[in-house]
T-cell receptor, first 114, second 111 residues
């Protein structure tokens, strides 16, 4: 079953604009991760935020986590054509100590228009 | 550093047959995970192996099985293939409690 739900399902913006994707989940988590997938290929790990963290940055990426609302957001600033991909949030359950299999949302498909 | 490698890239089978998918983790990684990405169902956790042992499995029937070898590579076996098993099967590896790194997957098509 899917733990996370990304919103929106699809997003199309102009190159240079910022893109924001949201993720909601249902149960307690150890950490939340964001991954990118280019057109049916493997997933690329973007960023991990632990349940005791509220915000994390990596290059043009900013992730927030609100455990009280069971939600997270991924912000990509100054978007580029190469950012066109599907983005997934994934949660790790506390029971596995964070080492268990990840539970993925259905993803946001991001299209960057040149 | 070589990434996670999966073989074959594509696999075509017919209903009732058996499929074997292979995964080589990143050197030094002891955990291997298998996921199924089927159209309309999203990414679903299948199996987790660590140090040669099956640690957990997702909500899949027993005809999905696998193993991890002493060199930490892994096999996923799917018996009695059904049409709905058509999917991209992704393998990931990690050091314990670290982010998972994914291969490019094996696309399994059932005719």
């Amino acid at each position: 079953s899917q733990q996370g739900e990304e919103d929106p399902q699809a997003l199309s913006i102009q190159e240079g604009e910022n893109a924001t994707m949201n993720c909601s989940y249902k149960t307690s988590i150890n950490n939340l991760q964001w991954y990118r997938q280019n057109s049916g290929r493997g997933l690329v790990h973007l960023i991990l935020i632990r349940s005791n963290e509220r915000e994390k940055h990596s290059g043009r990426l900013r992730v927030t986590l609100d455990t009280s609302k069971k939600s997270s957001s991924l912000l990509i600033t100054a978007s580029r054509a190469a950012d066109t991909a599907s983005y997934f949030c994934a949660t790790a359950m506390p029971t596995g100590g964070g080492a268990d299999g990840l539970t993925f949302g259905k993803g946001t498909h991001l299209i960057i228009q040149p | 550093e070589a990434g996670v490698t999966q073989s074959p890239t594509h696999l075509i089978k017919t209903r009732g047959q058996q499929a074997t998918l292979r995964c080589s983790p990143i050197s030094g990684h002891t955990s291997v995970y298998w996921y199924q990405q089927a159209l309309g169902l999203g990414l679903q956790f299948l199996l987790w192996y660590d140090e040669g042992e099956e640690r957990n499995r997702g909500n899949f029937p027993p005809r999905f099985s696998g193993r991890q070898f002493p060199n930490y590579s892994s096999e996923l076996n799917v018996n009695a293939l059904e049409l709905e098993d058509s999917a991209l099967y992704l393998c990931a590896s990690s050091l314990l409690l670290q982010p998972q790194h994914f291969g490019d997957g094996t696309r399994l098509s059932i005719l």
